[in-house]
């Protein structure tokens, strides 16, 4: 016989795997695609201002780099849309 | 106010008058992202509180006959932020649109949005050369401000204007998602009962034959 934080654990997996289809079935992985990209757009930008309000300012190359992070979504965009 | 902080006010009227200038468009700009989403704007919202107490550090100093140079200082900085503020919220709100599409794309489908949106390729391609130009401001510093210019007057409100139009059929598109999915399960359950009862018939066979 397994033991019971195995058994607790396996429980758990087929829990997770249940929820994951339900959320499939209900489209919930959309909304949570939205919520995550509209949470990386703020912290993206609010990084500069959180540096400016302590009297340091990013670089202009800094502030690139973060900028181009959100052309990764046009890039997968563009591949799905060709696919 | 006395005659004399009025004259000290009058040598920064250019500093001041630009960074109105600036405040203003920001102000513009963030009105039309906000149509895209209010959570996106915060930073460049922030942006703009950061040149406020800035200019009001400037008045200040104005007012108390402090050092040019640090009034001067202030006054850029603020100008800065409401230059910042512009920037931030044409590309929050280009950004969001794009990550939102692409969630649509990727969890609806680009055949359900076809059915719901048949616009929706022109509005990709307009969206791609939006996100092109800012993606060509940050090769050409010397001419960022007339692009985000070109976008804040021309791309930036007929893409908000579109995507809203894209936002109102998000609902029924997510009903269509969620139909097509419980209609492809039911087809994988079918399925697999199908493959079950071949298998254990060929089990059965098998037995009274070799049994």
Known sequence: ?83 | MSLPAAANLEAYRDALGSILTEWNQAERDIKIAEQVSMRVVEPSIKELRYAGRRVTEALRLILSDGADADIIKLLNDADFDCHRARHDAVDAATSRIASVIRAMVESIGYDTMMRVYPEFPKFYHSLRRTRRKIVDSREDRDNRDAIYESIEDVDLKTLVSDFEDIVESEQMMIKMARRERWSKSIVIFVGIIEIGVIVVGLIEIGLHKFG
């Open chain 1, 1 to 83: 016989m397994r033991p019971m934080a195995e058994r607790i654990r396996a429980k758990e997996g087929e829990m997770k795997t249940i929820r994951q289809f339900v959320d499939w079935l209900r489209v919930s992985d959309y909304e949570q695609a939205k919520r995550q990209g509209d949470a990386d757009i703020v912290s993206r930008l609010s990084r500069g201002n959180t540096l400016s309000q302590n009297g340091d300012v990013l670089t202009e190359d800094d502030l690139q780099t973060m900028s181009k992070t959100a052309d990764k979504d046009m890039a997968r965009l563009e591949k799905l849309i060709r696919a």
